[in-house]
Antibody, heavy 118, light 108 residues
Framework: QVQLVQSGAEVKKPGASVKVSCKTS????????IHWVRQAPGQGFEWMAIINPSSGDTTYAEKFPGRITLTRDTSTSTVYMELGSLRSEDSAVYYC???????????WGQGTLVTVSS | ETVLTQSPGTLSLAPGERATLSCRAS???????LAWYQQKAGQAPRLLMYDASTRATGIPDRFSGSGSGTDFTLTISRLEPEDFAVYYC?????????FGQGTKVEIK
């Protein structure tokens, strides 16, 4: 079955970086885009970025200029999201999500809580 | 950017009652690329509906979706205990993909 399994919770200081992994299984890794969205405590969802696992091409939301990087490892079917220059407002649950063209987000990772605190 | 506004913010209903949730877009949603998700506390969202009115795999038929353009509705015909949760609409017509702020369906 399709699974997206994310790495565990992180606590970081302001100004630091965090790297979250999303290991996929149960489907052809290169046939679906992987998106990252986040949800601040008690809030809604914010779309952050997308990667094409086949080509490695990425698109980032304008809100994160130079702060976010997505990479992938096709040998392990894993996508990585790195967010730098962390501030308290980045404290949130980060989700990786699978999607294909003209379809919604169908499978979600379990989420990774990132807490930014001095 | 397409802004999605959901109403009401909270819906207080009893099991067995009908729930009607609204999602209004700031501009027309391309090809009715509008989805609905259910989220329970501490869990990732679950896809309920896509293309405005198509139920996702395994979703019971008490859930239905309708609408086009800028106005969309999710209806739960008879609330079951497991339906009390937060519901989000989302448009996937183009970058950036955006979500509504959510409607909480709580037990009255």
């Amino acid at each position: 079955q399709v699974q997206l399994v994310q790495s565990g919770a992180e606590v970081k200081k302001p100004g630091a970086s965090v790297k979250v992994s999303c290991k996929t299984s149960g489907y052809d890794f290169t046939s679906y885009y992987i998106h990252w969205v986040r949800q601040a405590p008690g809030q809604g969802f914010e779309w952050m970025a997308i990667i094409n696992p086949s080509s490695g091409d990425t698109t980032y939301a304008e809100k994160f200029p130079g702060r976010i990087t997505l990479t992938r490892d096709t040998s392990t079917s894993t996508v990585y999201m790195e967010l730098g220059s962390l501030r308290s407002e980045d404290s949130a649950v980060y989700y990786c999500v699978r999607k294909t063209t003209a379809r919604p987000f169908d499978y979600w990772g379990q989420g990774t809580l990132v807490t930014v605190s001095s | 950017e397409t802004v999605l506004t959901q109403s009401p913010g909270t819906l207080s209903l009893a099991p067995g009652e009908r729930a009607t949730l609204s999602c209004r877009a700031s501009q027309s949603v391309s090809s009715s690329y509008l989805a609905w998700y259910q989220q329970k506390a501490g869990q990732a969202p679950r896809l309920l509906m896509y293309d405005a009115s198509t139920r996702a795999t395994g979703i019971p038929d008490r859930f239905s979706g309708s609408g086009s353009g800028t106005d969309f509705t999710l209806t739960i015909s008879r609330l079951e205990p497991e339906d009390f949760a937060v519901y989000y609409c989302q448009q996937y017509g183009g970058i950036p993909w955006t979500f509504g702020q959510g409607t909480k369906v709580e037990i009255k």
